[in-house]
Structures are given as C-alpha cells and as structure tokens.
C-alpha cells in the first residue's frame, strides 16, 4: 500500500496560522502579510531569474537574495525574543546580509548612465520583471514597517534589508536595460503620442 504525503493539513479551515511560535492567528494578521508579501516578493524574483540566464552574476545574486529572502519570512514567522535557554536560536536577518546588498548597490550603479527624469517599469523582459520585484518588496517593507509600529519586538533589520533590496533591484534593472542607455524615462504630461478614439 503506498502512503500519501499530503500538503494540506486542513489546520487553516478555520482562517488561522501557525506561526513559528505563540498562539495561531488569524490569517489577515499583520504579522502573516507582512511575510506573506516576502514570499510575494521572492516568487517575483523567481519569475525574474527567467530572464536572467544571460547574465550569471546577475542570475547567482538573485539566487542569493531568494535565499535571504527566506531568512527575512522566518524572522517576521517569529514573533518575540528569544529566551535565554533556548537551543535553537530563531532565524534573523543580519546587518552582514544587508551590507552585502549595499555593496552589490555600489558595485552595479557606478556603471550606470546618471538620471535626469524617473524611470518606467520597463525596457528589456529582465528590467521589466526587476520592477515588479522591486515594487513587491516595497510593499513588503511598507507592511513591516506597520508591524514594526504594533510589535515592537520586530527585528529593525528585517526592515533596513527590504528597503536595501528594493534598491538594489532598481539598480539591477537599470543595468539590464543597458546600463540606463535604453531605459524607459517619464516624461510629465506627454499626451501627445495617445492614440486617437
């Protein structure tokens, strides 16, 4: 007879989750979006590194920051600090790991061409994916900053490596499009290429 390895649980039929530990919560819970929007951001990323085949640096940086990206669910999966005996201490994400991304920050924006307007989520397949990335993660932070407010206890380092990440994906993205030479600039208030009802 063959045993099945069910997924479901069926534990969440009554709308709550697990967390890593204290009480289940609600599913609409603060804490659960905030990294919920994480994995968002990470399955961005993933359909990002479709395009990224042609750029290995690029490619094994965003594998990388998947795997961070992992490390920053786990944290916000844990609410409180740890205590004193504990044997496994939680997962957090650590100042070396946001330094790495100002580092790669400074690495790939000395190539690019200087801004003079904002830029348009677009260009090339990879620029465009890296801009839907870097605004998933933008949310992402946004919501753990609002969790940051109602629990304290939330590490401030999982903040700082969002916001660290959304930059550097712009970055990447404009490197992407040709180090900015074909990015896709706005131009306020051009309505003058619409096209006729």
Known sequence: MVKLNRIYTKTGDDGSTGLVRGPRRPKYDLRVE??????EANAAIGMA???????PKV??????????LFDVGS???TPGPDAADDQYPSLRIRPVQTEALEKQIDQYNEALEPLNSFVL????PLAAALHVARTVTRRAERITVELAAVEPDTNPEAVRYLNRLSDLLFVLSRM?????????LWVPGN???????
Do not use: E, F, W
Not at 121 to 124: L, N, Q, T
Not at 176 to 184: H, P
């Open 121 to 124: 989520p677009g260009g090339s």
């Open 176 to 184: 992407a499009n040709g180090n900015g030479s074909k990015d896709v």
């Open 59 to 68: 490619d094994r940086l965003l594998s990388r920051i998947q795997n961070d």
């Open 191 to 197: 309505h003058g290429d619409l096209p006729k009802p």
């Open 75 to 77: 944290d916000l999966a």
């Open 34 to 39: 905030a990294y919920g929007t994480v994995d």
């Open 49 to 55: 590194r479709l395009h990224s085949s042609a750029q």
